[in-house]
């Protein structure tokens, strides 16, 4: 193969690396014979400092012809793009791919043509029409320019850092470049390659969270009443919130097991006839659904429920557990939930964290994190009187104990004077949006997150109880 074409390479003189080339050509005959500084030169004979010295040098320079073989690897792909078709420069030298082309000029492996390209297309900056689709890696560009980073570094920051979307934020990912360009001189290029993709790790793991939270704020549930007598009932839950659905849903409506069991085939059909239930799914479903809702509005209010809840189990690593960072899994759900979300059933009494080390070997599974007991609960809805968020007045056996200090901290310490009432929605408000509570000298209060105060001023809880709020009148109002 012989390259033909020699048209001037106008698009390349662009690039700021490769210095004073004049516009109608790109010539490095000024360099004059490269034979000569570049000779093997006798090593035995340099002392230790000049050895490294010159070691570095030599480094610098490469990473600059690099940077200038990878603009002209870019320019060849861009000359050869897919819209050009046959009429594309490689295509036309019936090279491949553009990188085929690299690799038969350059003598490079496939892996290092396509660094080159890749990269390449970080050092021309796009031309002013069209938008810079991945503005973080512009500074990448310009320290592979300037001989900085080498061009695998580059590549490593630009495979780790991905692409920008709705959650992970253009100026997010700015910020992690800017920080792996510090770091780059100080890392080898693999612990670089994992450092990007551990950064943007982090990035999309705040995404767990907004997703969440996403999901969440779409739920609802609608009463239609129809022109027949009839209502319609229509929904959206959120994967919390099916999880706990779906496991009660499943239970009433697997099919029944078990009853008489007969040998002789006429008796067995006349059994069959006996215990037949001919509700179809949909109405033992509906049927049950009403049920419970029956059952527990006559519930009594005044005792803590949900000491067993539906058989939700949460699936967390230990090493994500125990960081306070990372995401969960809902056994059953294919949404993943956020760290806070976990700590939050793990609060509550009830709920035993499944855990698991790096490796998927399960390193606690007998463990319960069961702060409170039944009897802790009778207390504390004697004192609550019910939810202990504001004005909310949901009952004690709408509430969950919450713990209020965090359970890592305070390991089995369960004294009832650290735990508050909170109804399942205000429990949720305290650990998946940044509220925090205080108990001081039997003092409940709230601490908004920053978005909603930023002074984040306390605001006391009052207790609901009113048997609490008589006993503790002034003796002489007393009739
Ligand atoms: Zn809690
Ligand atoms: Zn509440």
Same mark, same amino acid.
């Given at each position: 193969m012989t390259l033909t074409d020699t048209s001037p390479a106008t698009a390349v003189v662009s690039v700021g690396s490769v210095g004073s080339a004049g516009s109608a050509g790109l010539s490095f005959a000024h360099l004059a014979d490269l034979a000569l500084p570049f000779a093997p030169p006798v090593t035995g004979a340099l002392d230790d400092a000049a050895l490294?010295?010159?070691?570095?040098?030599v480094a610098q320079i490469r990473r600059r012809v690099d940077?200038?073989?990878?603009?002209?690897a870019a320019e060849i792909e861009h000359r050869s793009r897919r819209e050009l078709g046959s009429g594309g420069l490689a295509q036309r030298l019936g090279a491949r791919t553009p990188e085929r082309l690299v690799q038969h000029l350059t003598g490079a492996t496939s !892996?290092? #043509?396509?660094t080159m390209v890749r990269v390449g297309a970080l050092l021309a900056p796009p031309a002013p029409e069209i938008p810079d689709e991945r503005p973080w890696l512009v500074a990448v560009g310009a320290a592979v320019a300037d001989g900085e980073m080498s061009l695998e570094a580059a590549d490593a920051i630009r495979a780790g850092l991905g692409q920008a979307d709705d959650v992970v934020s253009v100026e997010s990912l700015v910020e992690a470049a800017e920080l792996l360009i510090r770091e780059a001189s100080t890392l080898t290029v693999e612990k670089l390659a994992a450092r990007a993709r551990h950064l943007r790790l982090a990035l999309d793991l705040d995404r767990v969270a *907004?997703? *969440?939270?996403?999901?969440?704020? !779409?739920?609802?549930?609608? +009463?239609?009443?129809?022109? &027949?007598?009839?209502?319609?009932?229509s929904g959206l839950l959120d994967p919390e919130s099916a999880a706990i659905v779906t496991a009660t849903f499943d239970a009433v409506t697997s099919p029944r097991r078990g009853g008489p069991r007969f040998v002789d085939p006429?008796?067995?059909? !006349? #059994? *069959?006839q006996?215990?037949?239930?001919? !509700?179809?799914t949909e109405q033992l479903a509906l049927d049950a659904f009403v049920e419970l809702i029956r059952i527990g509005t006559a519930a009594d209010a005044t005792i803590v429920l949900g000491a067993k809840r539906p058989g939700i189990k949460l699936l967390v690593t230990d090493a994500d557990l125990r960081a306070r960072r990372? +995401?969960?899994?809902?056994?059953?759900?294919?949404?993943?939930?956020?760290?806070?979300?976990?700590?939050?059933?793990?609060?509550? #009494?009830?709920?035993?964290?499944?855990r698991f080390d790096d490796d998927g070997e399960v390193v606690n599974l007998g463990r319960e994190h069961r702060f409170f007991s039944g009897r802790q609960g009778v207390g504390m809805a004697a004192r609550d009187g019910g939810c202990q968020f504001g004005v909310c007045d949901r009952p004690p056996s709408w509430c969950e104990m919450h713990h209020i200090d965090h359970w890592q901290? &305070?390991?089995?310490?369960?004294?009832i004077d650290r735990g508050i009432l909170l109804c399942r929605h205000h429990h949720r408000l305290v650990h998946n949006n940044g509220w925090e509570v205080t108990r001081t000298h039997g003092q409940t209060s709230f601490i908004p997150p920053s978005d909603i105060d930023p002074h984040r001023t306390p605001v006391p809880a009052r207790s609901k109880s009113a048997a609490l709020a008589r006993l503790l009148e002034p003796a002489g109002v007393r009739p």
């Open positions: 490294l010295s010159a070691q570095r040098q940077a200038t073989a990878a603009a002209l !892996r290092e #043509a396509s *907004e997703r *969440e939270e996403y999901l969440r704020s !779409r739920r609802y549930l609608h +009463l239609y009443p129809q022109a &027949d007598g009839m209502t319609r009932l006429t008796l067995a059909a !006349r #059994a *069959e006996v215990i037949a239930d001919d !509700r179809t990372g +995401l969960g899994f809902i056994e059953g759900q294919t949404e993943r939930v956020s760290i806070a979300t976990i700590e939050r059933h793990a609060c509550t #009494a009830g709920l035993l964290p499944i901290r &305070d390991e089995g310490h369960t004294n």
